[in-house]
Structure formats: structure tokens, C-alpha cells
């Protein structure tokens, strides 16, 4: 979308607290594609405070 149409997606991931460390990682990986260069996306994650 962002270079067909120039529009920015907003890709929203709720609950993300009950993600494993694993997860969080291999988004790390799949969402990092020229960040240094360009923002194609927003990307925002939900989630809940855990007390330690």
C-alpha cells in the first residue's frame, strides 16, 4: 500500500503482552525492512503492565 498508493498502514497488535520473548523477536525481524531509509508502516503494540 505504502508504494502503490502512498499510503501509510497502521498494523495494530493487541494482547501483545502474552506474546512470547520469541515473538517479539521475529516481528523484531519481519518489521524491521528499511526503517533506517523509509516508514512504511506504523506499527503499535497493546498490551497490559505486569507487576514483577
Known sequence: MYY???VTPVIILDEIH???NK???DLR???NFNMDSENTFI???A???SDF
Do not use: D, K, P, T
Open 23 to 25: 515473538l517479539l523477536e
Open 18 to 20: 502474552m506474546a512470547s
Open 47 to 49: 498490551g497490559q503492565l
Open 4 to 6: 502503490e498508493r502512498r
Open 43 to 45: 506499527l503499535i503494540l
Open 29 to 31: 525481524i519481519i518489521f
